[in-house]
RNA sequence: GGGGCCGUAGCUCAAUUGGUUAGAGUACCGGACUGUCGAUCCGGUGGUUGGGGGUUCGAGUCCCCUCGGCCUCGCCA
């Protein structure tokens, strides 16, 4: 060891005692007669001083060469700081090392940014010099936290009888979901492996093999593009349980969570967690996801709509849409005609939504409007009282189909909850949404998908409509949602080969198909499986959360940009010509693609 | 593929309606200073205003193209 002791670890207890620290120079402060130094690691910062009479002369005079992020190492004795120079600023203030000798162990050029810094450099500079955007504090305790995190869970399942199995990075691709990442093959011509987009598959392979209580840390690729909360390659805390229901892994994840409240928010997390129908939540909230760390709830005011005179809002009212508002309670004085000409714009451009109606609750409790001329004052006042409308409210009203009312105004509420501070930065909202649709209807394609996999049960009491009504039939499957955002999904899984023939089929999956993509597993399904059940938890969505942060890459060691590149490494980059040729593949110019 | 924000010194930012030699803080270099902790004080180096084209007497500023970063819709569970 180089070092006694870390620079995180002196106090006034150790007054007296030699030492010896390594680091990085944080900052320095040139005296002319003496040098300090704040002396980092990951453990904090030790003030070292280079000062007579303790260093002597020659020792000061080479300090004078030590610049920025230089590591050095230094001995010394701790000593109390004179009186009334404590630093309370740092745990380590009380103290310092008054250093004999010193040591450059490695040079730094002048780095384009210090970990020390005030200003927090642009985001393509941290990721192209990651090496020193990892050394900064805050990102150094998010790592940290990580750690805690993936320890905490580890623990949990290990205290829970689940045995962590790895599941193969090489794979089969299947076309269902995401977008495969591929890996060619060099021994077998023409064919390619594929990335796991989540170890699904495995998981109930390994259910039927008789590990009734799986779990894994495990990397997952997805080839789709990014957003804040989502990166190509991420980690998934995977499990999976057998002869249990849906309730049963519920409860599990819920003493997860509230042990992980616990030990990181420290809140007392009352479970069962609440939960909520799929149907609730789009009726509620417009998203299958809510934000429930605040209300400004979604309400329905569509046969309200279709007594009005106003077309825009008669017209979807009777064509099967719906007209909905939002309440901004008390807010209509922070709305100017600009902001709202803004969010107009932002339901039209990101939802496709025609219009964004608005009122004024006026001190008379009248509401007041640019449109308010195409409605009767008796229908003004009925719109006020369903939307609890109060003076000074300011209400937003989406007039148009079902799906577009939904994303508009959950997107609008998502926006004024931010914007108006309806919840405090610290504020943590855990939740289940369950119960969620077995398909949707993909227009393109005149055809039904599975909501989240092929092979997620229905409700039992739902197999009927399996045959009659696959858009009613709801699913066995469940989402953890954090401050409105979905932190991990799952479900029962079909181990009935009848129901699943049924599922294929509704899916437009031939039997041919089905055993070219999957025989494996129906094979496997064949051979005594039993019923199971599981979930997958985002990690770095659940660190993000729990960080505070508001984007992934912040809880990433090294992130991928925007546009899936890595600005440190420069990944990903042009291979070798021979490299293309042993694996038999050819690339397309761009001009012909 | 669509929409939006941004790009000026190593870094963080400023620059009036399009107007003279593009500034500040910090970093860096040199000097002063025996206790600082965002040290201070004095001096200095540092610019293809992301790149290319255009409009104009004149462009950091306006227009077009392009590259890059971020947010977002589509996509994705």
Redesign the pocket.
Known sequence: MLRSHTCGALRADDVGKQVTLCGWVD?Y??????L?V?LRDRYGLT?V?F??P?TPDDVISASKSL??EFVIKAVGEV?C??QG???P??ST?EI?V?VESFEVLNECE?P???PG?????????R?KYRFLDLRRASTQSTLVLRSHIIKTIRDYFDKHDFIDVETPILGRSTP????DYLVPSRVHHDAFYALP??PQLYKQILMVAGYDRYVQVARCF?D???????QPEFTQLDMEMSFVDGDDVIAMIDGLVAQLAKEFCGIDLPTPLPRMTYDEAMERFGH?APDLRFGMELIDCTDLAAESEFRVFRGPAESGGRVRGINAKGAAAKFSRKRIDELTEYVK????AKGLAWFRVEDDGKLWSPISKNFADILLNKFAERMEAEPGDQLFFVADTWEVSC?ALS?LRRLLGEELSLYKPTDMHFSWVVE?PMF?FDEEGQRWNA???PFTAPRPQDLELLRTSAGACRAQ?Y?LVINGS?AG?GTVRIHDQEIQKQVFDLLGIDPTTAEDRFGFLLDALKFGAPPHAGI?LGIDRIVMLFGGMD?I?DCIAFPK???A?D?MTGAPGAVDRQQLKELGVRVIPLSES
């Open positions: 900052t402060r040139d005296h002319g007669g003496g300090f704040d003030q001083v000062n007579p303790q610049r920025n000593a700081r004179p120079q404590d630093n600023r740092l203030g310092e008054r002048t384009p940014f210090t810094q005030q200003e927090i450099p642009g985001e393509d500079l990721l269902e979901g995401a977008r987009q989540s997805r789709e593009d990014l957003r804040a909360d989502r299958d451009q990101d939802f496709g994303k997107g969620f949707e909501m989240h996999h499957a989402d979905e999904g997958a984007n890459r940009t925007q546009k590149t600005l």
